[in-house]
C-alpha cells in the first residue's frame, strides 16, 4: 500500500513539475513577442543615425559606400522581417527600416 501511494505521489510531482515548466516557457517569451513589435522607430535626425549615415530608403543614401542592393533587411546586424521595421544591434531599443542603410551595412553570411 505505501508503494502506491509513492507512485501517486512522484505522479502528482511530476505533473506539477511539467505545468509550472510550460507556464514558466509561456510566460518567459510572450512579453519579448509584446515589445519587439513596440519598439520606436529611428529618425534619420538622431544622433546615432547621423552618425552611422542612417537613412530610411537605401535608394536615397549618397553615401559613397552605399552598393546598390545594400539594404538593413540582408545586414547581418538587421533581425527584423524583409518588409517594415525590425530591430537592428545597432540601435538597442529601437527599429529600423528594412529598406534603410548604413554606412555599418554588413552583409548576412550564408
Known sequence: MS???DIESRRRFLKAAAGTAAAAVAIG?????ARAADLPHVAESDPTAKAL??????????DAK???????????????GP???GPCQ???GKSVNAKGWCVSHSPKKA
Open 29 to 33: 517569451t510572450l512579453p519579448r513577442f
Open 90 to 92: 545597432l540601435f538597442p
Open 3 to 5: 508503494q502506491e501511494k
Open 53 to 62: 549615415g542612417y537613412v530610411e530608403d537605401a535608394g536615397s543614401s549618397k
Open 66 to 80: 552605399h552598393k546598390p542592393g545594400d539594404t538593413c533587411a540582408n545586414c547581418q546586424f538587421y533581425s527584423g
Open 83 to 85: 518588409s517594415g521595421y
